[in-house]
């Protein structure tokens, strides 16, 4: 299934928390690139959570489930 921005989305193996694809290229702000942007996290999508609306993190698709959607 392909993963779109606004999809809500459980994260394994665990599958706790609800988080909502924020964006489709996740980003390291830890590491910095030799033009002073982030470092880009391949094979990744960036989430928040809706629990805790905590700030977006990276997550590797990998480990995302689907729950619903966007625009259905």
Not at 13 to 20: I, N, Q, R, V
Not at 22 to 36: I, N, S, V, W
């Amino acid at each position: 299934m392909k993963i779109r921005v606004g999809d809500i989305v459980k994260v394994g193996p665990m599958g706790t928390g609800t988080y909502m694809v924020t964006d489709l290229e996740a980003y390291d702000a830890h590491y910095m690139e030799f033009d002073g942007m982030p470092a880009k996290i391949p094979n990744a999508v960036m989430l928040v959570c809706l629990d805790d609306f905590s700030a977006p993190q990276p997550m590797n698709k990998e480990w995302i489930e689907v729950v619903s959607n966007a625009g259905g």
